[in-house]
């Protein structure tokens, strides 16, 4: 789903590798999501779609198993769409976790996987060793191979002179971050050619920055500039109670000139992953002059469409948190600054109609994107729980405004807002992050309040009105 706004023509990229990988824990997309995703990537300049998603069996725990039936004439199909679309499909193994490094038979099941879906006109390849044991297991490889670095070495030199020369090998590293010169890379690095590309995540599996000096020292230690698998805006496993849709930033500008480019892990969520991929899009077509801001309001506006935009992007500020952002909800902060301000040295019925205000709007957007009419149904409908806590969230802030207009924040304070923040805590999803979290377990424990009673629910939208 997109918006009607007029796209440019991307210019030259500095970044040879644009895209994005289907490689996170839990359910795969949809077939019909990876098609929609591949034109929407071909749209915006991306130039690379990595197929690798970690809970297909054919991929990783199944991995010699060949394409059949249905299953071959999808992965057909999609390879057919990337084509059409002038992006380069990367069919990638996960081999690690039960491949006997020194055994040809396991080998050669390797190449016939390969080479079956080379068949379907894929000359793009991905050989995964990321989230294995680090160290050597059958007792077989203990006896062919020094260390786990050894094995390495000998899997992807067989893979890769088996390979016709038009054939590309990118490979991630079971060490995949770091400063990007410890032993395991360098070792490795050092012992394969040149021509074979290397992922790298950074100096975190989900980086906060990716700066040009690491590039640097990652190219210098292995041979070859990095290929960053960056974890973002990926939110799985531990991060499932996140919603990563903020812009992407913390890439240096110059990146490129160390780098051979950048794939973007998404989310289980695809409407919602589609957010940051544009912005994403806009930093690999021209990062010395991107703007994450800008670049921000202009994917809301796509991917939401231009009937709800403004009212996604009220909600869409709460819940900024990532690895490359640390504001739980810049906006909000600043408004609670006031109202703080205000209410302890200024004019307490102005602190509380300015918050007021903020709360209303904030209600309001909530409920006509939750109960009205939208562009982009499916990305609501994956945003869901995180809209319903927006809006309970937003009811608080209503209720601290009354309360402070009323004069009874002190007074009052706990047995109004202890539901609330009760809910809040027992929704589970991160909106406001910990800001308001902290504001009302201030308010509730309040000097003078008297005990909370049993729990009740807040009003709904219906009962509000």
């Known amino acids: 789903m997109t918006g009607s706004r007029e796209r440019a023509l991307p210019g030259l990229s500095p970044f040879a590798v644009r895209g994005v990988i289907e490689g996170f824990y839990g359910p795969p997309w949809s077939h019909e999501q990876r098609l929609d995703l591949i034109s929407f990537l071909a749209e915006r300049g991306m130039n690379t779609f990595v197929y690798s998603p970690k809970d297909d069996p054919l991929v990783r725990h199944e991995w010699r198993s060949p394409y059949v039936g249905a299953q071959l004439a999808r992965l057909s199909e999609l390879i057919s769409a990337c084509a059409a679309s002038g992006m380069t499909f990367m069919y990638c193994l996960s081999p690690g976790l039960t491949i006997k490094y020194s055994s040809s038979d396991d080998l050669e099941m390797l190449l016939a996987k390969f080479h079956s879906v080379r068949e379907l006109g894929v000359t793009s390849f991905g050989l995964l060793l990321d989230d294995i044991p680090a160290r050597l297991q059958h007792p077989a490889d203990k006896e062919a191979f020094t260390d786990l670095v050894g094995a390495h070495q000998s899997l992807i030199r067989n893979v890769f002179s088996r390979f016709a020369s038009d054939t590309r090998l990118t490979v991630c590293p079971t060490q995949y971050w770091g400063y990007g010169d410890e032993d395991y890379i360098s070792r490795l690095g050092s012992g394969l050619d040149p021509r074979v590309d290397l992922f790298w995540t950074g100096r975190a599996i989900c980086s906060p920055t990716l700066d040009l000096s690491d590039a640097a020292v990652f190219a210098r230690a292995t041979g070859r500039p990095a290929t960053y698998w960056d974890n973002y805006p990926v939110n799985d496993v531990a991060m499932g109670h996140e919603l990563h849709i903020g812009p992407y930033q913390g890439r240096d500008p110059q990146l490129y000139r160390f780098s051979a480019g950048i794939i973007a892990n998404g989310m289980q969520l695809f409407e919602s992953s589609k957010i940051p991929f544009a912005t994403i899009a806009d930093y690999l077509n ?123 924040l002190d007074s009052e304070g706990s047995a109004v807002l202890r539901p609330y923040l009760d809910g809040l805590r027992s929704a589970h999803r991160r909106v406001f992050g910990d800001l308001l979290d902290m504001t009302l377990a201030e308010l509730c424990s309040a000097e003078g309040s008297p005990p909370a009673p049993p729990v009740s629910a807040p009003p709904t939208a219906k009962e509000r009105t």
Do not use: H, K
């Open 286 to 408: 021209d990062p010395e002059s991107y703007d994450p801001e800008a670049s921000w309001e202009r994917a809301i506006l796509d991917v939401v469409g231009p009937d709800r935009a403004a009212d996604f992007r009220l909600f869409a500020d709460t819940v900024r948190f990532s690895c490359l952002s640390a504001d739980d909800a810049p906006d909000l902060a600043e408004a609670l600054e006031r109202f703080t301000f205000e209410l302890e040295y200024g004019d307490r019925e102005v602190a509380a109609a300015d918050l007021s205000a903020l709360a209303q709007s904030m209600v309001l957007a909530a409920d006509r994107l939750l109960d009205g009419s939208v562009s982009n149904p499916a990305l609501i409908a994956e945003v869901r729980p995180w809209l319903e806590t927006f809006r309970l969230g937003s009811l608080a802030l209503v209720a601290v405004a009354d309360l402070a207009a009323a004069g009874t």
